[in-house]
Nanobody, 116 residues
Framework: EVQLVESGGGLAQPGGSLRLSCAAS????????MRWVRQAPGQGLDWVSAIKTDGGSTYYADSMKGRSTISRDNAKNTMFLQMNDLKPDDTAVYYC?????????WGQGTQVTVSS
C-alpha cells in the first residue's frame, strides 16, 4: 500500500523558515518523480515544487523560487521542502504527491501557518 506521510508544518512568523518532510512507503520511491502541492484556505490546489527521481532536476512555482529548496533522500525514502522567508500567503496545507499511470497518491497534508 502506497503511503505518503508529511510532517514539519507548524506556526512560523513572517520571514521565518520551516522544513517539511514526506516519508514514503509501499513503492519504489527512487523510481518516481515527487511533488509538493498546497491548498490555502478556501482555495484550490496549487503546485509548489517538483523533483525528478534522482534529485538532479528540480522545479518551483514562481511564488516559491528563491525561497525554497526541494530535495530527496532516496536511501531513506524521504522528500523535503525547505522554505525560507515565509510569507502569510504561504499559509496552507502542504501535500506531497506522486503519480503512477492513472493513479495519483497523496499524503494527509501538514498545516503551515505564517502569522505574527
Amino acid at each position: 500500500e502506497v503511503q505518503l506521510v508529511e510532517s514539519g508544518g507548524g506556526l512560523a512568523q513572517p520571514g521565518g523558515s520551516l522544513r517539511l518532510s514526506c516519508a514514503a512507503s509501499g513503492f519504489t520511491f527512487s523510481n518516481y518523480d515527487m511533488r509538493w502541492v498546497r491548498q490555502a484556505p478556501g482555495q484550490g490546489l496549487d503546485w509548489v515544487s517538483a523533483i525528478k527521481t534522482d534529485g538532479g532536476s528540480t522545479y518551483y512555482a514562481d511564488s516559491m523560487k528563491g525561497r525554497s529548496t526541494i530535495s530527496r533522500d532516496n536511501a531513506k525514502n524521504t522528500m523535503f521542502l525547505q522554505m525560507n522567508d515565509l510569507k502569510p500567503d504561504d499559509t496552507a496545507v502542504y501535500y506531497c504527491n506522486t503519480n503512477s499511470g492513472p493513479y495519483s497518491y497523496w499524503g494527509q497534508g501538514t498545516q503551515v501557518t505564517v502569522s505574527s
